[in-house]
């Protein structure tokens, strides 16, 4: 089930927020957890029931995991029951998500004809069992660990959270539902929650939604794309990423709110970052964090000489590239960004300095080439891209210019259709134009939370967020406006 | 300032008034004729027609519709009016499959208006299993059923908010050519030459050299002729039925040589003649062993669409029931061995 579906936002969220904090007001507040619970499994099961049982089982593993080392003080026991924990959630994470491309690669590597495996992957299996590394790892610390098995389900299973995130500590969401004083409808909270999922709700379905038609054009669809086309084609796509994730972020943390729940930011405008590290703080934060904390230190961090450091930077985002998906394209994604990073490290180093803005625009451009790889179904979608912005495919020019720029035909500019195919291309320029200064310069929803005020004003902006964005769960896409 | 509780009541008051005046004002409006014909304002032709069609097929007025695919973009409904003192109405689907047309049949059919059905019949149309639909171009199946309750997608839909409904309003506005039923998609002389359409051929050959062509293509074509055309006219016999094979380019019957696929063509359409030959309803025309049509490529813009000019020919064909075109027991084999004999001796190193 979909955030921004009607089902979600007119059956599903209605029914289990009146049951909740009905129970609440009947003080049964953990016949109320229970119900949470439940909900979440219903939400998770609607998707696919067939992967319930196994997130069920992944949760009980983790949960009794956890258990031992409340109750073992043997440090050789808890190494072992830490390693195996780990094993466990790598193993189940690696079966589902990696398998085939592990099999493909051995194929091709040593021309075997080795059947792939039929497996979906299940949703959301990335999170959950990255949130629940962090629940061990953290166990193994020292933290107490959970010992309500009812209270650990609902931290995993909470559903604003499941599916995309952020990846929340338990230390983050469970203190939380056993606070008193979220205990009961908060109108202020309700409100906040509101405004902020009305933004997450336009940014993913009107912004996100119809820049992924050009994107998905250009990366899969077009034969070959000329230099203006292929930057609109990547910038299209750097755009979608971002509303579509921070969108479905500020979904999250909305209704997350709406039970009183405060889920971690997730987004602080990471296209403004003026350096790859600064990026990295302010995308996917969670994400970043948990690299950070649970691999980068544990590998040595920057405790160990600058080469180990620019090594441990590279393996961890390796891995983070492996883990955004099984493809070498994520990998070569990973590694690029771990090469930025080092490359970022030693120029600080250095004590070099440059521009701000000139800064900016080099972290921006990095970014936005390296998400070519991310996105490439395959190195040739990639290489496509790459090339037409590179101007290697030659540049097109609207006809109009032919007349005062004829002169350029002679260095190769051709005067034709600049978009072929690109369904309204007209929009396209219309999208990219308002969104490229919104993301540079305008504040970000988590900035527009904090300053929420309930005025007549934010009421006007939250119920035309809303509205539009309910306006468009049906986005006929271009094919209404295009005849062949 | 007011209370949070107040704001969260009054914020979602309002995104109900706006969700529910948009929903209005497409209804009141709407743009693409579902629920009535326009009483305020002159229809337009506004949009892709997989979303016009069933509209115009439920609610203009008619006695003469023209159905068929892309193939029919050029086709002129006025010159056939002229031609055979009818009301036609031309209702098509690009790309469509026969399965999107049948369901188009299917409106058009229970208004009950049509005297005569002119159906362009694309054996392409044809291929694949009998509920084939565009892998794209989506069918808004809830334009093409009578349910009310599944409308929320045309009614809660800001495309047709911010695009039909100004579009249609300008074009009133402006009087534009939109409000035309002539208006004829690609009928620009400069988008037809031979050069092109060499080259095309030359391209797509190249571009597919491993087709994926089923043994069983001439078995599931005439599945989905039983299903999705014949059984309708078997349901519809107080209605006339001119069913023609458009003359599409012989470069198109070449690339369907190319693909291995002619002789199950040849046999289709040798099928389709069988069973609605039978039928006593039906007429069947055939343009597409014309040499001087088909062998003419400056008459194309790729391998298939063809200029109105042609569609002019076809009209007065079937207006003065031309027996060069109407395929009759007695002709229909040669015919057929006609068209095999010009695809194979077709040289296409002598058209470069």
Redo the contacts between chains.
Sequence with gaps: MLFNS?GFIFLFFPVVFYVYFYLHDKKFFRTGKAWLTGSSFFFYAWWNPIYLPLLLFSISVNYFIGLRFAQDTNSKTRNLFLTTGIIFNLVLLGYFKYTNFFISNINSLLGSEISLVHLILPLGISFFTFSQIAYLADCYKGRSAETDFLNYALFVSFFPKMIQGPIARYEEIAPQFINPKNNGKD??N???A??VF?MGLFKKV?IADNLADWANHGFDTAKHLSFLAAWATSLSYTLQLYFDFSGYTDMAIGIALMFNISLPANFNSPYQAVSIQDFWRRWHITLSCFLRDYIYIPLGGNRRGKLRTYLNILITFLLGGIWHGAGWTFIFWGILHGLALSVNRIWQNLGFKINTALSWFITFNFVNLAWVFFRAKEWKDALKVLKGMFGLTGIVLPPALQTRLAFLADSGVVFGDMFPDFNNWRHMILYLSICIPVVFLAKNSGQFKERF????Q???I???L???G????????Q?????? | ????????F??????A???LL?GALIFIIDPLAHYRYPSFYKPGFI??E??LAPGIARNFTYDCPVLGD?IL?NFIPSYLDNKMAVNSIRLLL?SGSSYELGKLLDIVIKTGRAKKIIYELDVDSFLGEVDRKHK???L?LYLYDDNPFND???L??????T??VPKVMLANLFNTNELSKNTA??DNRALYSRKKIIAKFLQVQRSDPNLDVETSTLEKMKKSFAVNLLSKIEGDRNTAYIIYFPPTSILAWKYAEHKGVLESYLRFKKYVFAKTSQLGNVQIYDFQDDEKITHNLDNYADLTHYSSDIDKLIINAMASRDNRYLLTENTVEERLDNLRRQVVRLDISQLE
């Design positions: 009607y109108y202020t309700m409100a906040t509101l405004f009305a009107f005020q309930p005025t007549l934010t009421a006007i939250t119920a035309v809303l509205s539009a309910l306006l468009s769960f049906f986005h006929a896409k094919f209404i406006y295009e005849y062949f | 300032m007011m209370t949070p509780r107040r704001w969260y009054l914020s979602l008051f309002f995104s008034v706006l969700v948009a949009a892709q997989r979303f892309s973009e690009p794209i171009w989506e808004p929320l997608p045309y809660l839909n800001i495309s047709y908010l695009v039909l998609y690609r």
